[in-house]
């Protein structure tokens, strides 16, 4: 049974810094793609960044391109995302997700999903 947990959330000023991670569990993940979306209050859950397991290739919404980072840890199976120059437009709830195969960037792509994590960005 695929088990995503996502940790490191929290409060932070805008133009901070702040590192999720999702610890992935359950199977082998080489032949599948782990992503991060967001829900802000009122919005529908929204694509945020993606990788590819197998050959790391990523893939990121323009709203946080340039300013966040996915990546992967074969050693330790987790998935973190960096995000730096954080804004205001980017408190919600993080999710970590998941899918076999490969890039999707709509959450009905995904059939395994994290609890979410709250990250809150002052002004």
């Known amino acids: 049974q695929v088990q995503l947990v996502e940790s490191g959330g929290g409060l932070v000023q805008a133009g901070g810094s702040l590192r999720l991670s999702c610890a992935a569990s359950?199977?082998?993940?080489?032949?599948?793609?782990m992503a991060w979306f967001r829900q802000a209050p009122g919005n529908e859950r929204e694509f945020v960044a993606a990788i590819r397991w197998r050959d790391s290739i990523v893939l990121y919404a323009d709203s946080v391109k340039g300013r966040f980072t996915i990546s992967r840890d074969n050693a330790e199976n987790t998935v973190p995302l960096q995000m730096s120059s954080l804004k205001p437009e980017d408190t919600a709830v993080y999710y970590c997700a998941a899918k076999f195969g490969g890039f999707g960037t709509y959450k009905t792509d995904y059939s395994y999903w994290g609890q979410g994590i709250q990250v809150t960005v002052s002004s």
């Open positions: 359950g199977r082998t993940f080489s032949s599948y793609t």
